[in-house]
DNA sequence: TCTGCTATATGACTGACACATATAGTATAA
DNA sequence: TTATACTATATGTGTCAGTCATATAGCAGA
């Protein structure tokens, strides 16, 4: 039910170039946070992020590929689930470290989204004090 | 790797690794926004970004090549402007397709940060309800 | 002359991301 | 039984912003 595939162009979607204005690595936290909620396998946090973050259908590559290099780094850990039908699934759940990962990642967000105001801010208040002066 | 265990962070200096959290080309809308105010040579543009969005010092290297493929783009012009001493200048000014590309910037970085908002919220409601529970 | 500031520019590399594709297990309907 | 759809994990490849290093040249003052 994950359609990554279909892209749908209607006018809520971006007008600048496809990826930017995006905040780099914003799929690593909201893993993290997933994760921090409740341990669970690629499949169902791929859903989850659809949901929360309403990213129709994140690319499954990335997301399994950063699960693994968040294993690497130490930020989570895994294990074969086969309970259960389907095929088995490898299911993820966060460190300390991870959790540690995970908040220096919300300061970097607060501050990320203070440099997002002071651009609106500054745009703003140059684009009504030219409507002003008309 | 992120090394937030050996080194305490210097209140400006980022905790995750570099580069992570900042805003996918968010060097554009800044230039952009710049050269709406006033048309300006990419030195120039250098300075009044480390002051407006307090990065201390902006690499170059992207700088004069975003300004070079904004007018490849046609979002700027540019002419050199040899009066005053010093080596010449390219002074460039922004275009109409250009002040377009800025505002259709805004709306994309109104929503990016309606998505940290989001991120924050549910961080927030986490932790908050996690440390009511012990 | 040597240093330092102004000013523009290129080359090499990295990491996140997009898109395509491969794989296999399971369930169900034709 | 075959076909198909869904579940689940994974790799390969290319793009692009960002980082760091470096090259260049004009000009000014010690």
Redesign the pocket.
């Known amino acids: 039910?994950?359609n990554s595939?279909h892209?749908e162009q209607d006018e809520s979607e971006e007008h600048c170039?496809?990826?930017?204005g995006?905040?780099?690595?914003?799929?690593?936290p909201w893993l993290l946070l997933l994760l921090a909620q409740k341990p669970a396998?690629?499949?169902?946090l791929m859903e989850r992020l659809g949901q929360d973050d309403e990213t129709p259908g994140?690319?499954?590559?990335?997301l399994?590929?950063?699960?693994?290099?968040f294993e690497q780094e130490g930020l989570v850990r895994s294990s074969w689930d086969t309970e259960?039908?389907?095929?088995?699934?490898?299911?993820y759940e966060i460190t300390d470290e991870g959790l540690e990962y995970l908040h220096a990642w919300a300061v970097n967000i607060r501050r990320t989204r203070e440099r997002l105001d002071r651009f609106l801010a500054e745009y703003q208040a140059h684009f009504q004090s030219a409507e002003e002066g008309r």
């Open positions: 039910m994950c595939h892209r170039c496809p990826g930017r995006r905040v780099r690595g914003f799929m690593q396998h690629g499949y169902e994140a690319d499954p590559g990335l399994y590929r950063t699960l693994r290099q259960g039908s389907g095929p088995a699934r490898r299911v």
